[in-house]
């Protein structure tokens, strides 16, 4: 197993640990890279907002509470692969080294209403800033609707702190 750092339709959880934007492992170039010789998994954790598909997938690969939190060969690669697509962040993802499948882009893309939270987006998604240069492309991605995030236009889990409700009119 090998740690990188460098430098360049469950709910969501409202456990998520008070002030972890403020950590420094949460900036916004910082990616962690775990490895073995059958896959690799990357996580940024810029994109990360606690929704727990991870831990809650797969125990024994993810935990939040161990160091490093993810340790790849304590699961296959197919069992690895499935559960980070399962991301709705795009914070995780995985590269097979092993000649297996490797992580498939959505023929279409879909937004997601989260109730209190943010849109979830699968697809082929590029993402522009205003000055019109190209801010991430991705496959999945959670994009902010409280107005609080501080990773604009993502989101980074303020719906939670500011207290966001989403209402709906009737059906």
Known sequence: MTERSSRSAHEEPDD?????????????????????????VTWEPAFCI??????????????????????????SPDEI?????RCPTGALHFHRQDGGPQEPVPEETTVQERPNGPLFVRGKIRIFGQDRKLLREDTRVALCRCGASQNKPFCDGSHRRVGFRTTRGPT
């Open 16 to 40: 998520a640990p008070e002030g972890f934007r403020e950590q420094p492992r949460y900036a916004p170039a910082v990616e962690r890279m775990y490895a073995n010789d059958r896959i690799e």
């Open 50 to 75: 606690h929704v727990a598909e991870c831990l809650r997938g797969l125990p024994a690969v993810f935990d939040s509470q161990r160091r490093p939190w993810i340790v790849v060969d304590n699961g």
């Open 81 to 85: 692969g499935e559960v980070i697509e």
